[in-house]
Nanobody
């Protein structure tokens, strides 16, 4: 079955960086667009970034443009989210998502605080 496993979250100071990873299994990874979502306490889950199956087209929510970079390695079956210049408002649980199967990972907590 489809499985997505996120890693790389943690506590970081404002201005710091983290790199999230999402390891995929159970489907042909290279055939599907992948995305990252996040959900902050008391807020709805929001799309952060999406990358097409070839990595050729990428989109970001306005609030992370210029700071976050989504990428993928189809050989390793992994999608990444490089997060730089982190702000307290980036604090959330971050989820990996494959839309075709409507399948989510378990999430990884990112906390930005001094």
């Amino acid at each position: 079955q489809v499985q997505l496993v996120e890693s790389g979250g943690g506590l970081v100071q404002p201005g710091g960086s983290l790199r999230l990873s999402c390891a995929a299994s159970g489907f042909i990874f290279s055939m599907y667009d992948m995305s990252w979502y996040r959900q902050a306490p008391g807020k709805e889950r929001e799309l952060v970034a999406i990358i097409t199956r070839s990595g050729g087209t990428i989109n970001y929510v306005d609030s992370v443009k210029g700071r976050f970079t989504i990428s993928r390695d189809n050989v390793k079956r992994t999608v990444y989210l490089q997060m730089n210049s982190l702000k307290p408002e980036d604090t959330a649980v971050y989820y990996c998502y494959v839309g075709y199967f409507h399948s989510w990972g378990q999430g990884t907590q990112v906390t930005v605080s001094s």
